[in-house]
């Protein structure tokens, strides 16, 4: 059941939620990163819990910076950095690391984060690895990338404790342990595998075969009515939760769109969540921030994205992300999120209300933006890489 919260449709998209409300202009202390030189690169930033330092990915290396720019440590890769996350104790760096083209099966590895040490490594069947998230004990890390599958991993004995197929396509797109550690969630695209069977077989059918006019006729819209299920479904996305006690499947959840980034406040048993449609299907390919009961799967729509245009257009090759992917963290310790889209990265309280805005010009600047805040809310990065040199600063913006 899907609703919609009234006192937050300020306006049809956020990119027109700024006429209400007056923008903060930030200072900004830049650090140069040099040039993007992976073809299909995905850079993220993560605060460590200490709040003193934060960690960058990019191309075949992460850095460390302090709260100055100053850099502080380097580890470097022979593969491409493709996730992070740093454990709750900030003593573990975990990466997600596969080869340009994501033909060397997903690498997870795990690094001490002051010497570098490798302490632990992990492989996905096949693909890359992108996405990690720490359970809050600091003893799994859940891994997924681009088949229908995820990884949990058992840091203590090195082990993998559970690959749980649940998802219906691959190229999952987050996720996430609970703040309680009781529940794991995972977001992706749904794709209705049933209609495109049933499209080939009657293809099958059709194809090479003789038949009457009427039949023929008959045949051939069948063919289109079961592609354009298989079409449709590609503006559903997937939620999953599991049990973190025995790694099994509690709910299916279908949103409006791909799930793009899933996080969970400290109490409470509601997600909130990020989305966006599919280009490829829908004229009005829009995305949705929303809010999830995932006890119930009932879903609140809080407001609406801005639809994401293609991918690759007027770039050199070399210098691109791979993805456009709307972007949601939340910040406990500071009550705060920070929702990156297409043309702003914005800090919010614990109601979803602004707090600060940074604007992002989405045709100079390869949006959304990664970005990251924080523990104490008052420090935010946001990664920017020009869409056509592939070169990169990240700026720390002070918030009161």
């Known amino acids: 059941m899907v609703h919609i919260r009234g006192s937050f449709q300020k306006a049809a998209i956020l990119g027109c939620f700024f006429l209400f409300f007056p923008i903060s202009f930030l200072s900004a202390q830049n650090i140069e990163l040099g040039p993007m030189a992976a073809q299909y690169s995905r850079p993220d930033v993560v605060f460590f819990p200490d709040g003193q330092s934060f960690a960058i990915a990019s191309d075949k290396q992460v850095r460390v910076y302090d709260l100055q720019g100053k850099l502080v440590r380097t580890y470097p890769s022979y593969l491409n950095v493709k996730g992070l996350a740093i454990s709750p104790d900030g003593s573990q760096l975990a990466t997600a690391e596969s080869d340009d083209g994501g033909n060397v099966n997903g690498l997870v590895k795990i690094v001490d984060a002051k010497s570098g040490r490798l302490i632990r490594q992990f492989r996905h069947r096949s693909g890359y690895a992108e996405w990690l998230s720490f359970s809050p004990d600091g003893r799994y890390l859940a891994s997924a990338g681009d088949e ?74 069948e063919i289109a009515r079961w592609y354009n299920a298989f079409n449709e479904s590609w503006r559903i996305g997937e939620l999953i939760v599991y049990s973190t006690s025995n790694w099994k499947k509690i709910r299916l959840i279908n949103t409006p ?107 100079t600047i390869q949006s959304p933006a990664p970005a990251a805040l924080s523990p104490d809310g008052k420090t935010l990065v946001i990664l920017k890489y020009n869409r056509q040199t592939g070169t990169g600063i990240a700026e720390l913006h002070k918030i009161d």
């Open 257 to 363: 769109g791909a799930v793009h980034s899933i996080c969970s406040a400290k109490e409470g048993p509601s997600l909130t969540a990020v989305t966006n449609m599919d280009r490829q299907v829908s004229e009005d390919n829009q995305g949705y921030l929303l809010r999830i009961d995932p006890g119930s799967g009932d879903i609140e729509k809080i407001d609406t994205l801005p639809a994401m245009p293609d991918d690759f257009a007027g770039l050199d090759s070399e210098h691109r992300f791979y993805y456009r992917h709307n972007f949601l963290g939340f910040y406990p310790a500071a009550g705060r999120y920070v929702l990156s889209q297409l043309n702003s990265v914005m800090v919010l309280d614990d109601d979803l209300d602004e707090i600060e805005t940074v604007d992002i010009d989405s045709e």
């Open 148 to 221: 229908p599958a995820v990884y949990v991993w058992d840091l203590r004995t090195g082990k993998m404790v559970a690959r749980i197929e649940e998802h219906t396509w691959g190229n999952l797109a987050s996720v996430h342990f609970s703040a309680d550690g009781k529940y794991l969630f995972s977001g992706g695209q749904y794709r209705d595998n049933e209609a495109l069977r049933k499209a080939k077989e009657a293809e099958d059918r059709y194809y090479g075969k003789s038949h009457s006019v009427a039949e023929a006729r008959r045949m051939q819209e």
